[in-house]
């Protein structure tokens, strides 16, 4: 869980093709009322962004916003990080503790990922927003509304969940009241330029480089590509860019080769997942989908792993490699696996509750003679 007060003034969106304009009306919309909010969009589009803009530009911007990852959480965690829990009430439970739907009063909850929870905790979830009560876990007493406001994101289709069966309807329609769909990057192509502006001079002044520009054709390069990581990709290349090139401007030379055309394919988000089988050759694109597109751990590894798209002996083999590039550390693994920086618990505990935790001695060793420690 992650609870903070959100007081960053240069929270942005940046873009000025009117679908960006509509969003940013949707996100003052929004932050009018204390209506929940369903965010739909691919990995990267900016969900987490637009759910801190609305909380920001509210009448509970002084009050905290809490965020929680359903994904890679056990029931019980997530639970317990919901709605509290009893002492005793499980093993690693020595105190009673409040959950966050206590502990933000006044204030936003953020349900990041809503998607990757479980039947049973979808029905825990409704229970909460019909009744607005919270019930400990392993508690006896129930406690009587909390004044949060809910938002919730997701990048899995819901519509295609409910059909499917994977999602129940009743919480659909119970999140879904103001409903904000970001288009991915590539349907909205006029914003890349504004966006490599920004993003340039925001790492030329982060990393204290001489002032650059960008030249027309690499401009040009770079809106025609698709983009399959959405904005969180296109930052990254972007830092990438500014600290290999060398002269005043960024030169279509300077475009790394799985940006250009005829480079490797993108693959969309869903497509490895689509395809159900994961021998080492998919292995190697969902690093790649990490590594080089910035795509998050939770969406490319864990969704597969958890909807038995990927094996575990798979999973292992992705985790051994993040490993080996960091010499062994786990946090360092969290950001190469563009995972924040305290999702670092959540991803432990993932790992232990599915047997896939690989001792980081091995990889200490294997630093200590020559690996490089690489994160992108
Ligand atoms: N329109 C935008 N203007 C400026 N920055 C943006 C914009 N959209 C996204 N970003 C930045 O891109 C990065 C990724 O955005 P964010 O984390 O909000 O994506 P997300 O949709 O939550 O992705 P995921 O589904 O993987 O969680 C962040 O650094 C965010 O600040
Ligand atoms: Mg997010």
Known sequence: MAVHMENR????????????????????????????????????????????????????????????????????????????????????????????????????VFLDEVGEMSPRMQGSLLRFLETGEIQRVGGTTTMTRANVRIIAATNRDLHAAVAAGTFRQDLFYRLDVIHIIV?????RREDIPVLLEHFLDYYMRHHRTAARGWSQDAIDLLSAYDWP??????????????????????EADDVPADLRPGGRAATKPSDAAATGTHGPAEVRDLLRRMLET??????????????????????KAILREGLERTGGNYRLVVRLFNMADNDYKRFLSFLRTYGCHLPYRTFRMEAGSGRSMRVA
């Open 229 to 250: 990581g959405n904005v969180r990709q296109l930052r990254n290349a972007v830092e990438r860019m500014v600290l290999r090139s060398a002269g005043p401007r960024i």
């Open 294 to 315: 910035g795509e998050s751990f939770w969406s490319t590894v864990y969704g597969p792993f958890m909807s038995r798209d990927l094996r575990r002996d798979e999973l």
């Open 9 to 108: 003034s240069d929270l942005r969106l940046i873009g000025n093709r009117p679908a960006t304009r509509a969003l940013d009306d949707d996100i003052d919309l929004a932050a009018k009322s204390d209506a929940r909010v369903l965010i739909t969009g691919e990995t990267g589009v900016g969900k987490d962004l637009i759910a801190r803009l609305i909380h920001q530009r509210s009448a509970r911007r002084l009050a905290p916003l809490a965020t929680v990852n359903c994904a890679g959480l056990t029931d019980t965690l997530i639970e317990s990080e919901l709605f509290g829990h009893a002492r005793g009430s499980f093993t690693d439970a020595y105190r009673d503790k409040p959950g966050i739907l206590e502990s933000a009063p006044n204030g936003t």
């Open 183 to 187: 288009p991915p990057l590539r349907e």
